[in-house]
């Protein structure tokens, strides 16, 4: 691996094989860094399962992160994070899922009709993406009450 002095002690900290690898990091202390590889000992991966692995190590990471703000009831912070995870994995439901919470979470709070229809729109396309989503069907029961 080659580099300024930083990428190679990261390097050899994380990867002290030096195998051919690409190391992922993020802006924040308490996520270590992921190295990933397309060499397995039970086969290598084709590109694009390597290309998939990185995406959802994004989309894992981020969702992480948005849902640690979520906890702390930092909502635009959440949403941020969420809709990160979104971008790398359109095709899931949990961070579509994630977002209707965020706006669910948020209109009860400020009694905001305009983001239960946010949240409702996001469990229902959480919903197409994982017909068998039953937190999406359960937070939809819990919205059609909130709305009452």
């Not at 995870?85 to 979470?105: C, D, I, N």
């Amino acid at each position: 691996l080659e580099g300024n002095d930083f990428d190679k002690a990261l390097a050899k900290k994380n990867n002290p094989e030096n195998e051919p690898a690409l190391l992922v990091t993020f802006p924040f202390p308490e996520i270590k860094p992921v190295m990933v590889t397309p060499f397995e000992e039970e086969g290598d991966k084709s590109p694009q399962e390597f290309i998939d692995n990185v995406r959802n190590i994004f989309t894992i990471t981020y969702s992480d992160i948005g849902y640690d703000f979520f906890n702390k009831q930092e909502y635009e912070k959440a949403l941020k994070y969420f809709n990160l995870s979104m971008t790398y994995s359109p095709e899931r439901a949990y961070p579509v899922f994630a977002v209707g919470s965020t706006y669910h979470a948020m209109a009860v709070e400020a009694k905001n009709l305009k983001q239960l229809k946010k949240a409702a729109e996001n469990y229902l396309q959480a919903i197409t993406l994982d017909p068998d989503c039953k937190e999406c069907r359960v937070e939809l029961e819990k919205l059609k009450e909130n709305k009452k």
